[in-house]
């Protein structure tokens, strides 16, 4: 427990931090990267250059210094992020190198202002901090599917939309370089919701490359299936979609971590009538949604449903067939699409329609999502009745 003084030394510079937030956290990931260029293949590209990963860092550990003394409330964030740490295996060593950087970064960007008293501070803080997520994760690593990445092989790889290929994959299983287990399909305890994590060596660049990408299934008959939208977005050209896409094909293998994420259905709701069951995305966003679809009508087809759904226009509306199947299990549905193209938009004055109350998950954009969190916000639908999973970090969205 930190002490009384770093409490109160702690909080009473939190404002200034606050001010100067993202610029220590760019400067954090830059000294970082220089000393050790290692951890590139670890973190996400493109949310460094958009600066979400900054916005992300910056906000988690403001929201940490606030309730330093009562960290538990804080548990549903940690959670979250824990759960992307162990699918990138982000170990107890990490934190150490982090903690030196993050620390250095105070100091340099708040030059004579951080004296001492508040280096040492910001140091215990960040130490307590640390052994908070250490020890969450310590249970995430016991309780994984299957340890590390592990190989799989393509069996299936289709088009789910112009910009968007599903892939299912097979554990390989050939244990003749090393003692790890094999991978048991039908042993695997899937949650709709959840998302595995690729980790590639592309040609064109000097790092790893990692990314998550949400299963649209939690039926592992076939395999573990998954999908991924082409990233050519602001001129960016995503090195691990792009690669997926134009190269990995069937036969060929890749390497997952098990499945993480706590984006999932209620299941106390999943089985009554009385609330139902909203279910909003947009674009690949509709990956985990359509598992959660799934896993509701397999479970309770009699509990309503409202399907919504929105992307550019037809060509790019993903996996159109799948879900008309799945809906078509449910007894009572509504199902609403909205075509950006032809003008069709999902806005505050639409989700005023909704019913209240509601047992409400959203996937999408982040620019969607922010919209979808602050529409649902201000039509008083509560914090513990909207669930959602952003493709990108979740505590940019201020959670």
């Not at 082409?230 to 990995?248: F, K």
């Not at 909704?354 to 982040?366: F, K, N, R, T």
Request: charged fraction near 20%.
């Amino acid at each position: 427990m930190a002490t009384a003084q770093t409490l109160e030394i702690v909080k009473a510079t939190v404002p200034v931090l606050e001010e100067h937030g993202n610029a220590i956290t760019t400067v954090f990931y830059q000294n970082m990267f220089v000393e050790h260029p290692e951890l590139l293949d670890i973190f996400n590209e493109t949310n460094q250059k958009l600066g979400r990963q900054q916005t992300a860092l910056a906000t988690t550990v403001l929201a940490a210094a606030k309730h330093l003394e009562h960290l538990a409330v804080l548990l549903p964030q940690v959670t979250q992020i824990s759960h992307k740490h162990r699918a990138l295996q982000i170990l107890p060593e990490h934190y150490p190198i982090v903690g030196k950087h993050l620390i250095g970064a105070i100091k340099e960007v708040l030059g004579e202002a951080a004296n001492d008293d508040i280096i040492n501070a910001w140091t215990e803080a960040y130490d307590e901090i640390a052994n908070v997520f250490i020890q969450i994760e310590h249970g995430m690593y016991e309780e994984a599917m299957w340890e590390g990445f592990a190989e799989f092989k393509v069996v299936e790889k289709v088009a789910a939309a112009t910009d968007i290929t599903a892939f299912t994959v097979v554990p390989v299983n050939d244990n003749s370089l090393d003692s790890k287990p094999s991978i048991d399909l039908n042993k695997l305890n899937l949650t709709a919701g959840q998302y595995i994590t690729v980790k590639i060596d592309p040609k064109d660049s000097e790092h790893l490359a990692l990314r998550h990408y949400s299963l649209y299934s939690a039926n592992t008959d076939k395999g573990l299936q998954f999908a991924v939208r082409r990233d050519n977005r602001n001129d960016y050209h995503g090195l691990v979609s792009n690669y997926l896409h134009d190269h990995l094909q069937v036969g060929e293998t890749v390497l997952l971590s098990a499945p993480a994420g706590d984006f999932a259905l209620n299941k106390q709701l999943m089985t009554q009538n009385d609330i139902p069951l909203v279910l909003i995305s947009a674009g690949v966003g509709v990956t985990p949604i359509l598992s959660m679809l799934e896993a509701q009508v397999a479970t309770n087809p009699q509990r309503p449903i409202i399907w919504v759904y929105a992307c550019q226009n037809k060509d790019h509306h993903a996996f159109n067939e799948q879900t008309h199947q799945l809906l078509a299990l449910a007894e009572k549905i509504e199902k609403h699409i909205f075509y950006f193209d032809e003008g069709q938009i999902l806005n505050e004055a639409w989700l005023a329609t909704l019913p209240e109350p509601a047992d409400i998950y959203v996937c999408g954009s982040m620019p969607f999502m922010e919209s979808m969190i602050d529409g649902l916000t201000t039509l008083k639908h509560g914090i513990d009745t909207v669930h959602y999973e952003p493709f990108g970090p979740k505590m940019s969205l201020g959670s």
